[in-house]
């Protein structure tokens, strides 16, 4: 288990997922690692964000180079990584619905 991972020496962990302690200025994490026993790091990634928050560039280390997300200049996403396979691009739809009396 590397050091960084903050897992005790000697304990039994199959898998982990880890993100930094700190955070940016604007609040996201600039990066995302998955750790498995048989075969360490299997994705390590750091995360851009621009000014208005958006994330502009998902770049790696190891493991799958995931799609970068795309937004419309008001700030929506509107493509991204499919879950489950992060390498292909996926629309984002939003769906709005009004739950309160009409």
């Given amino acids: ?5 903050g897992v005790p020496a000697g ?5 982990i997922r880890a993100w930094p302690d700190g955070l ?8 995302y690692n998955e750790y498995e026993s048989a075969g360490g790091w299997v994705l390590r ?3 851009t964000h ?3 928050n958006d994330i502009t560039d998902i770049a790696k280390t190891a493991g799958a180079d995931w ?3 795309v937004h419309d200049l008001a700030g929506n996403m509107q ?7 992060e390498t292909t691009r996926r629309p984002i ?6 739950t309160g009396d009409r």
């Fill in 67 to 69: 799609i970068d997300p």
């Fill in 93 to 98: 739809r939003v769906q709005v619905s009004c």
């Fill in 24 to 31: 940016d200025a604007l609040g996201n994490w600039p990066a």
């Fill in 45 to 47: 990634q750091t995360r």
């Fill in 50 to 52: 621009n000014a208005a």
């Fill in 79 to 85: 493509t991204g990584p499919r879950p489950g396979a």
């Fill in 1 to 5: 288990m590397p050091a960084e991972s």
């Fill in 11 to 15: 304990a039994n962990i199959v898998a």
